[in-house]
Nanobody
Framework: QVQLVESGGGLVQAGGSLRLSCAAS????????MGWYRQAPGKQRELVAS???????LYADFVKGRFTISRDNDKNAVYLQMNSLKPEDTAVYYC?????????WGQGTQVTVSS
């Protein structure tokens, strides 16, 4: 069993920054892709950014140029630096990790951006 624990959410004014962190623990077997998803009230969960084990990154169009994803393979951790935050970025952000055995989710961390 793999556990993913997020931290770093909170309340910030528009234009501000936050850094999310996610650490994996438990029966880890070579986590390959890691990523961040978000879900706003009344909306479906959507991909924000993902990163492969070798560092290839994928970003949703709505965060390009504002968010940066990174990871530390030794720590089985993934990070999301969020700059120039907008009110529409308000959502619960979820960490995701995948290995050959399956996909895993964190419990989510709330990000609220005030206007």
């Amino acid at each position: 069993q793999v556990q993913l624990v997020e931290s770093g959410g909170g309340l910030v004014q528009a234009g501000g920054s936050l850094r999310l962190s996610c650490a994996a623990s438990g029966s880890i077997f070579r986590i390959n892709d890691m990523g961040w998803y978000r879900q706003a009230p009344g909306k479906q969960r959507e991909l924000v950014a993902s990163i492969t084990r070798r560092g290839d990154r994928l970003y949703a169009d709505f965060v390009k140029g504002r968010f940066t994803i990174s990871r530390d393979n030794d720590k089985n951790a993934v990070y999301l630096q969020m700059n120039s935050l907008k009110p529409e970025d308000t959502a619960v952000y979820y960490c995701n990790g995948k290995n050959v055995l399956g996909a895993y989710w964190g419990q989510g961390t709330q990000v609220t951006v005030s206007s």
